[in-house]
């Protein structure tokens, strides 16, 4: 279906699809506004939560915001999937830094 939309309408890319890149992503007054906060919580240190209804925009955002960081001195870690929980959410982070998570179990 995919192969017959991008034949007629010309893309060589399938639209809106996970794989474009930062740049070729369309821009708008709110998109730009997610990415200088996503930039203002870099450059401060400061923890930031994007939050949104489906489909606004904030996985695309955030990707932008990410594209324009220097690799060698920033680790990002995406976790796009919130509801693991504490421990879910502790565990990605430990591991992405290279760590064992120790965890506790109830007595």
Not at 16 to 33: K, N, Y
Not at 81 to 95: E, K, Q, S, Y
């Amino acid at each position: 279906m995919m192969d017959k939309l991008q034949g007629y309408f010309g893309l060589s890319k399938t639209p809106f699809g996970r794989g474009l890149a930062p740049a070729m992503l369309h821009r708008h007054a709110a998109h730009s506004e997610a990415i200088a906060r996503i930039a203002w919580c870099v450059a401060e240190r400061a923890l930031g939560v994007v939050t949104g209804e489906v489909g606004v925009g904030k996985t695309a955002a955030t990707r932008a915001a990410i594209f324009g960081l220097d690799p060698a001195r920033h680790l990002v870690i995406y976790l796009g999937n919130p509801d693991v929980g504490v421990r879910g959410i502790h565990t990605a982070i430990v591991t992405a830094l290279g760590g064992s998570p120790r965890t506790r179990r109830p007595p």
